[in-house]
């Protein structure tokens, strides 16, 4: 089969089966009260099933193994294990509320895992500062610290109805289109097949009120491992990608610049948390998405607003790879962009509300033209969505 079919195919057959297994767990979540309760801190105001990474996870087994009647595709079934053990933390954690120590090391764990069991590791800087090849001894604490930074950067943004899933819609594109042009086909087809499997539960988490469910720690923390291994993949030393590009194609800036949001938002709030004197795994309401429904933005336009920050901070590393800017030229890049539009990006938007200026009625206004959810037709998506769960 065409690479182009097979990579089709697999999206579609994840879409399907997420769309199809959905109104069993959800029913499931329901009847075993496996809810999200509200809280002071969280923004729901009634009781919401968490089992939607169960939900994402199914389509995608499916895909891994309809895979195997067009390809023998034992490095995406060598994958499966890690996101199992990770799902499993994360759904324990919906339930016994595993303490931030414990799931931090278990974490780690799982991380040195995926490293050892797979053989990969980000041991290569594809000339960042003139480096190349790095040692096992740098490689193996530096892929930890990335992995177990981008799972908790992930998890951490997982805070509105849609971000998670549109967010990382749009990554695993981003992702699956270089792994495509560089010929690694194996991680394209896993790259959609995310894609695929996070699509269904998109509509429903956004504009489903009796079918909304959320996809929990457990489908956060399964997106995060499946985001930091294609960083991996893209970042090891036998990796295509850096054969397929053009020699001043930032590998290294390009995979920030796609998780920039998540990354510097984290890195502001938890240095926030540490410069107050309490702890950076305390929860709060200082998030870029608090931020946005603060401003009377719908929890869709919320999750939209940030992806657009985070495909601006893209686009700008992109222009600037265009113009021929240097690897480390196109890194600074990435971190003025990601640095202003987290901690100034939220800065000004403090200083306009704190203030009352013009600007902030401007985006009043701005946000309540985002609560579509319930009109027209997405009303009418909403009604059969929730039909679907009935």
């Given at each position: 089969?065409?690479?182009?079919?097979?990579?089709?195919?697999?999206?579609?057959?994840?879409?399907?089966?997420?769309?199809?297994?959905?109104?069993?767990?959800?029913?499931?979540?329901?009847?075993?009260?496996?809810?999200?309760?509200?809280?002071?801190?969280?923004?729901?105001?009634?009781?919401?099933?968490?089992?939607?990474?169960?939900?994402?996870?199914?389509?995608?087994?499916?895909?891994?193994?309809?895979?195997?009647?067009?390809?023998?595709?034992?490095?995406?079934?060598?994958?499966?294990?890690?996101?199992?053990?990770?799902?499993?933390?994360?759904?324990?954690?919906?339930?016994?509320?595993?303490?931030?120590?414990?799931?931090?090391?278990?974490?780690?764990?799982?991380?040195?895992?995926?490293?050892?069991?797979?053989?990969?590791?980000?041991?290569?800087?594809?000339?960042?500062?003139?480096?190349?090849?790095?040692?096992?001894?740098?490689?193996?604490?530096?892929?930890?610290?990335?992995?177990?930074?981008?799972?908790?950067?992930?998890?951490?943004?997982?805070?509105?109805?849609?971000?998670?899933?549109?967010?990382?819609?749009?990554?695993?594109?981003?992702?699956?289109?270089?792994?495509?042009?560089?010929?690694?086909?194996?991680?394209?087809?896993?790259?959609?097949?995310?894609?695929?499997?996070?699509?269904?539960?998109?509509?429903?988490?956004?504009?489903?009120?009796?079918s909304k469910m959320f996809?929990?720690?457990?489908?956060?923390?399964?997106?995060?491992?499946?985001?930091?291994?294609?960083?991996?993949?893209?970042?090891?030393?036998?990796?295509?990608?850096?054969?397929?590009?053009?020699?001043?194609?930032?590998?290294?800036?390009f995979t920030l610049a796609?998780?920039?949001?998540?990354?510097?938002?984290?890195?502001?709030?938890?240095?926030?948390?540490?410069?107050?004197?309490?702890?950076?795994?305390?929860?709060?309401?200082?998030?870029?998405?608090?931020?946005?429904?603060?401003?009377?933005?719908?929890?869709?336009?919320t999750s939209f607003s940030?992806?657009?920050?985070?495909?601006?901070?893209?686009?700008?590393?992109?222009?600037?790879?265009?113009?021929?800017?240097?690897?480390?030229?196109?890194?600074?890049?990435?971190?003025?962009?990601?640095?202003?539009?987290?901690?100034?990006?939220?800065?000004?938007?403090?200083?306009?509300?704190?203030?009352?200026?013009?600007?902030?009625?401007?985006?009043?206004?701005?946000?309540?033209?985002?609560?579509?959810?319930?009109?027209?037709?997405?009303?009418?998506?909403?009604?059969?969505?929730?039909?679907?769960?009935?």
């Open positions: 089969m065409n690479p182009l079919m097979y990579i089709i195919t697999l999206f579609c057959v994840s879409l399907l089966s997420t769309w199809w297994i959905f109104k069993y767990i959800h029913r499931i979540s329901v009847l075993k009260n496996i809810v999200d309760n509200p809280e002071e801190r969280k923004l729901q105001k009634y009781p919401v099933p968490v089992l939607g990474g169960i939900a994402v996870f199914f389509g995608i087994i499916v895909s891994l193994v309809c895979s195997q009647v067009f390809f023998s595709s034992a490095s995406l079934f060598s994958l499966l294990g890690i996101m199992v053990i990770m799902l499993y933390i994360g759904t324990m954690d919906d339930i016994l509320s595993l303490s931030p120590g414990i799931r931090f090391i278990i974490e780690i764990i799982i991380v040195l895992l995926l490293i050892y069991g797979n053989d990969c590791s980000i041991n290569n800087f594809h000339g960042l500062w003139g480096i190349w090849k790095i040692p096992s001894y740098i490689a193996v604490p530096l892929t930890v610290f990335a992995c177990v930074g981008i799972v908790n950067a992930i998890n951490m943004i997982d805070g509105v109805d849609g971000l998670m899933s549109m967010y990382g819609i749009t990554t695993s594109i981003l992702f699956g289109a270089v792994f495509y042009k560089s010929g690694e086909v194996d991680m394209a087809a896993m790259a959609m097949i995310a894609t695929g499997a996070m699509i269904p539960f998109f509509m429903h988490n956004v504009f489903g009120k009796k996809l929990g720690d457990g489908g956060a923390l399964m997106i995060g491992i499946m985001m930091s291994v294609f960083v991996i993949y893209i970042l090891r030393d036998e990796s295509l990608c850096s054969q397929a590009v053009c020699s001043n194609f930032g590998l290294v800036p796609v998780l920039s949001i998540p990354v510097f938002d984290t890195l502001r709030v938890m240095t926030r948390r540490i410069l107050h004197g309490t702890s950076p795994f305390l929860p709060d309401k200082k998030h870029l998405h608090h931020m946005f429904i603060g401003l009377g933005f719908s929890h869709f336009g940030i992806v657009f920050l985070n495909l601006v901070n893209v686009l700008i590393w992109w222009i600037s790879f265009k113009l021929g800017a240097s690897v480390n030229l196109q890194l600074i890049v990435v971190i003025v962009m990601g640095l202003f539009n987290t901690f100034v990006v939220y800065k000004i938007m403090y200083w306009v509300k704190k203030y009352d200026t013009g600007l902030y009625h401007f985006l009043l206004k701005i946000g309540e033209l985002t609560h579509v959810e319930r009109t027209g037709v997405w009303g009418r998506l909403r009604t059969l969505l929730d039909k679907n769960v009935i």
